[in-house]
């Protein structure tokens, strides 16, 4: 679980406390959250990132499920500091279920590691305060268990008790920040990237990097002490300060706290174990120097693996010793201290293999090798009785070909195309005739009787009047829609397939919004309601939220129409506030904010909604001020610096989805 420990800046280790506990979840909610409504931030941004980010990062360790190290563009590489004895190292007592007992996994080991932890701070005017939290932080998802291992870079900014709605600029040795302060002056920008199980390449791209380290005199092999403040290197800009600006404001430092071990051991990546007969192929890959494959009891023995000078590439070919062998094998770098290890399955090669797999347009031709007998199965196709090519007529070729043996081992081989002729481009569809129905035959059997007596010859009769032609039914149209309401810039299907003696489809609009539609002359067309106005407009629009009415009618093979079906779409329309702290500073800023949501909707808005803001201050004409978007938690926000010449003092907002507000503006 990620501690709350990041919350604050580091701290001498003497003086640190351990908060609550949050997990990776409650933290990115609590990232997200910040830009919520009402706390006056939905300004608070990234506005420089860092672009040299880190570059590299080792082979995971086996014995804690974590890299074994990153790397940066100055070559320097980190690694986990976990001697809890060492206060280099940063780690609390609290930290470790049994801190007499040496660090294990997962049974006594910390929740939260770093690779790098840097802080500083900032005294406000006031008695508040800015707090920078820069690190690469190894850390679980959920419990400390084998799976849940996350590795995350963060920045983080905290204010408290600073000037009260205004906005603060940051800058520090990775980029540049903005934040907005509420009416107690607080405001906090976090950004963590990425926390996912397993997924340790994606902190690379944090804005972490290069790492933080003391100009001068740091402890050997180490980055920096945790309890002294210090003067830093590692800005890829040399601004190696934390700064603020804003509201009067003018404060820099270049002190910080750090942490971080460089990293002395390489790791070791096992790519790969093979049994071949009575062998064990094995490969790995590390930038050490002393490599050994875990010997396991009856099996084989402990053995060192080889290299080529100058390469990274290992490798041994180890004996087994007994019938069986292994499900995994572990490599050790034992030149790393402490050692490290990596995991690998071992895998038993296939006694098949596909040695042809080729489409000509008419046949699929396949063969195949076999050491473990015939014949083998084609998925799909049929048998290979030998190594001889067989052919089947196909149509549609599979994209690759798969053959199973008896013993179960299986080989693939992607198809290869030729030749063939082009594919005929498609006809138009024929539209089906009706369902004509059962079919019902009766008589012509021969059911034994008594023998037949001669009968007279059957006297003529007149010819039988042809019977009237039945008339048909005539066609009666039901309409139907999937949905009873739809939101602006959604869609519906219709349904009108319940109709009866229906030979053609005609549906219409008779009011409300137009729409458009699609597939408008068959049985189920897709109506979309237009957005109720375009971030382009440059005038307010006149808004109709009205039902929609559509039609239906269907039309008789002898072409007779039914009488109308009616449907009705109720427009759904967002609900939009305007932020109470809504402001106007003459030649210095114009800001509002406020909300949209769409009642019952919980998904993500696709595309997004937009709002049009309009000044519609009272004795001059209205006047289109700008747009924004709406973001996934129903929050936007319209910021302009300079502000317009003229005061605002009221605003019109204008959302895509129909809804509407006007609200003040407070002039300073």
Same mark, same amino acid.
Request: glycine residues 10%; contains cysteine.
């Given at each position: 679980?990620?501690? *709350?420990?990041?919350?604050? =800046?580091?701290?001498?280790?003497?003086?640190?406390?351990?908060?609550?506990?949050? !997990?990776?979840?409650?933290?990115?909610?609590?990232?997200?959250?910040?830009?919520?409504?009402?706390?006056?931030?939905?300004?608070?941004?990234?506005?420089? @990132?860092?672009?040299?980010?880190?570059? !590299?990062?080792?082979?995971?360790?086996?014995?804690?499920?974590?890299?074994?190290?990153?790397?940066?563009?100055?070559? /320097?590489?980190?690694?986990?500091?976990?001697?809890?004895?060492?206060?280099?190292?940063?780690?609390?007592?609290?930290?470790?279920?049994?801190?007499?007992?040496?660090?294990?996994?997962?049974?006594?080991? %910390?929740?939260?590691?770093?690779?790098?932890?840097?802080?500083?701070?900032?005294?406000?005017?006031?008695?508040?305060?800015?707090?920078?939290?820069?690190?690469?932080?190894?850390?679980?998802?959920?419990?400390?268990?084998?799976?849940?291992?996350?590795?995350?870079?963060?920045?983080?900014?905290?204010?408290?008790?600073?000037?009260?709605? !205004?906005?603060?600029?940051?800058?520090?040795?990775?980029?540049?920040?903005?934040?907005?302060?509420?009416?107690?002056?607080?405001?906090?920008?976090?950004?963590?990237?990425?926390?996912?199980?397993?997924?340790?390449?994606?902190?690379?791209?944090?804005?972490?990097?290069?790492?933080?380290?003391?100009?001068?005199?740091?402890?050997?092999?180490?980055?920096?002490?945790? $309890?002294?403040?210090?003067?830093?290197?590692?800005?890829?800009?040399?601004?190696?300060?934390?700064?603020?600006?804003?509201?009067?404001?003018?404060?820099?430092?270049?002190?910080?706290? #750090?942490?971080?071990?460089?990293?002395?051991?390489?790791?070791?990546?096992?790519?790969?174990?093979?049994?071949?007969?009575?062998?064990?192929?094995?490969?790995?890959?590390?930038?050490?120097?002393?490599?050994?494959?875990?010997?396991?009891?009856?099996?084989?023995?402990?053995?060192?693996?080889?290299?080529? $000078?100058?390469?990274?590439?290992?490798?041994?070919?180890?004996?087994?010793?007994?019938?069986?062998?292994?499900?995994?094998?572990?490599?050790?770098?034992?030149?790393?201290?402490?050692?490290?290890?990596?995991?690998?399955?071992? /895998? @038993?090669?296939?006694?098949?293999?596909?040695?042809?797999?080729?489409? $000509?347009?008419?046949?699929?031709?396949?063969?195949?090798?076999?050491?473990?007998?015939?014949?083998?199965?084609?998925?799909?196709?049929?048998?290979? =009785?030998?190594?001889?090519?067989?052919?089947?007529?196909?149509?549609?070729?599979?994209?690759?070909?798969?053959?199973?043996?008896?013993?179960?081992?299986?080989?693939?081989?992607?198809?290869?195309? /030729?030749?063939?002729?082009?594919?005929?481009?498609?006809?138009?569809?024929? /539209? =089906?005739?009706?369902?004509?129905?059962?079919?019902?035959?009766?008589?012509?059997?021969?059911?034994?009787?008594?023998?037949?007596?001669?009968?007279?010859?059957?006297?003529?009769?007149?010819?039988?009047?042809?019977?009237?032609?039945?008339?048909?039914?005539?066609?009666?149209? &039901?309409?139907?829609?999937?949905?009873?309401?739809?939101?602006?810039?959604?869609?519906?299907?219709?349904?009108?397939?319940?109709?009866?003696? *229906?030979?053609?489809?005609?549906?219409?609009?008779?009011?409300? %919004? @137009? #729409?458009?539609? @699609?597939?408008?002359?068959?049985?189920?067309?897709?109506?979309?309601?237009?957005?109720?106005?375009?971030?382009?407009?440059?005038?307010?629009?006149?808004?109709?939220? $009205?039902?929609?009415?559509?039609?239906?009618?269907?039309?008789?093979?002898?072409?007779?129409?039914?009488?109308?079906?009616?449907?009705?779409?109720?427009?759904?329309?967002?609900?939009?506030?305007?932020?109470?702290?809504?402001?106007?500073?003459?030649?210095?800023?114009?800001?509002?904010?406020?909300?949209?949501?769409?009642?019952?909707?919980?998904?993500?808005?696709?595309?997004?909604?937009?709002?049009?803001?309009?000044?519609?201050?009272?004795?001059?004409?209205?006047?289109?001020?700008?747009?924004?978007?709406?973001?996934?938690?129903?929050?936007?926000?319209?910021?302009?610096?300079?502000?317009?010449?003229?005061?605002?003092?009221? &605003?019109?907002?204008?959302?895509?989805?129909?809804?509407?507000?006007?609200?003040?503006?407070?002039?300073?």
């Amino acid at each position: 679980m990620l501690k *709350a420990r990041l919350l604050q =800046p580091p701290k001498p280790v003497a003086a640190r406390r351990t908060p609550g506990r949050r !997990t990776v979840a409650t933290l990115a909610a609590v990232a997200l959250t910040a830009t919520g409504a009402g706390a006056a931030i939905a300004a608070t941004e990234v506005t420089v @990132k860092n672009t040299d980010h880190l570059t !590299t990062v080792g082979p995971v360790n086996a014995e804690h499920g974590f890299p074994a190290w990153y790397g940066d563009s100055t070559g /320097t590489r980190v690694e986990l500091c976990l001697d809890l004895q060492n206060p280099l190292c940063g780690l609390l007592l609290d930290e470790i279920p049994a801190p007499e007992s040496p660090i294990s996994f997962p049974e006594n080991f %910390p929740e939260e590691a770093f690779y790098m932890l840097a802080g500083s701070e900032l005294d406000l005017p006031g008695g508040g305060s800015a707090i920078l939290t820069l690190g690469l932080e190894a850390a679980f998802s959920n419990t400390v268990t084998a799976g849940d291992q996350v590795v995350f870079g963060r920045q983080r900014i905290v204010v408290k008790e600073g000037p009260a709605n !205004t906005t603060l600029t940051f800058q520090h040795p990775y980029g540049t920040v903005t934040v907005d302060t509420d009416a107690s002056g607080d405001g906090r920008l976090v950004e963590d990237i990425s926390p996912a199980n397993g997924n340790f390449t994606t902190a690379l791209k944090s804005n972490i990097g290069p790492f933080l380290k003391w100009d001068t005199g740091a402890p050997e092999g180490y980055l920096g002490n945790p $309890d002294v403040e210090h003067k830093v290197i590692g800005s890829p800009s040399n601004f190696n300060q934390f700064a603020a600006t804003g509201e009067g404001i003018n404060l820099s430092t270049d002190l910080f706290t #750090v942490q971080g071990k460089i990293a002395t051991n390489h790791g070791v990546q096992a790519d790969q174990a093979m049994v071949n007969g009575n062998m064990i192929d094995v490969f790995a890959t590390s930038g050490g120097t002393q490599l050994q494959v875990e010997g396991q009891e009856g099996m084989f023995a402990t053995t060192p693996m080889v290299t080529d $000078d100058g390469s990274n590439r290992f490798y041994a070919r180890i004996q087994l010793t007994g019938e069986t062998a292994p499900t995994q094998i572990k490599i050790t770098n034992i030149s790393d201290q402490p050692a490290s290890s990596n995991i690998v399955d071992v /895998t @038993k090669p296939t006694g098949i293999s596909v040695t042809q797999a080729t489409y $000509d347009g008419t046949q699929l031709t396949v063969a195949a090798s076999s050491a473990v007998g015939w014949p083998l199965a084609v998925t799909g196709m049929g048998d290979l =009785p030998d190594t001889q090519p067989v052919s089947w007529p196909v149509k549609a070729p599979p994209s690759k070909v798969t053959v199973t043996a008896a013993n179960g081992d299986t080989a693939s081989l992607p198809v290869m195309v /030729t030749a063939g002729a082009a594919t005929p481009i498609g006809l138009e569809p024929t /539209t =089906p005739a009706p369902d004509p129905g059962p079919v019902t035959e009766t008589g012509g059997g021969t059911t034994p009787t008594e023998p037949e007596t001669p009968t007279q010859p059957e006297t003529p009769t007149e010819p039988e009047t042809p019977a009237e032609p039945e008339t048909p039914a005539a066609p009666e149209a &039901v309409a139907t829609a999937a949905s009873a309401s739809v939101a602006r810039g959604a869609s519906v299907v219709l349904d009108g397939s319940t109709s009866t003696g *229906a030979a053609a489809f005609t549906w219409s609009q008779t009011s409300g %919004p @137009k #729409v458009t539609w @699609k597939d408008e002359t068959t049985a189920t067309p897709t109506v979309t309601v237009p957005y109720a106005v375009k971030t382009s407009d440059t005038a307010p629009a006149t808004l109709d939220n $009205d039902p929609v009415q559509l039609q239906l009618i269907v039309t008789g093979e002898d072409g007779t129409q039914s009488a109308p079906a009616t449907v009705e779409l109720a427009i759904q329309t967002d609900t939009v506030t305007i932020g109470a702290d809504a402001r106007y500073r003459q030649g210095r800023e114009f800001r509002v904010n406020g909300t949209s949501t769409l009642a019952g909707n919980t998904a993500i808005l696709t595309p997004a909604t937009s709002v049009v803001i309009y000044d519609n201050t009272p004795g001059r004409a209205i006047k289109k001020l700008g747009t924004a978007q709406v973001d996934t938690l129903g929050n936007w926000t319209l910021r302009m610096r300079p502000p317009p010449s003229q005061a605002v003092r009221s &605003v019109l907002v204008q959302s895509t989805r129909g809804g509407s507000a006007t609200g003040t503006v407070t002039n300073r």
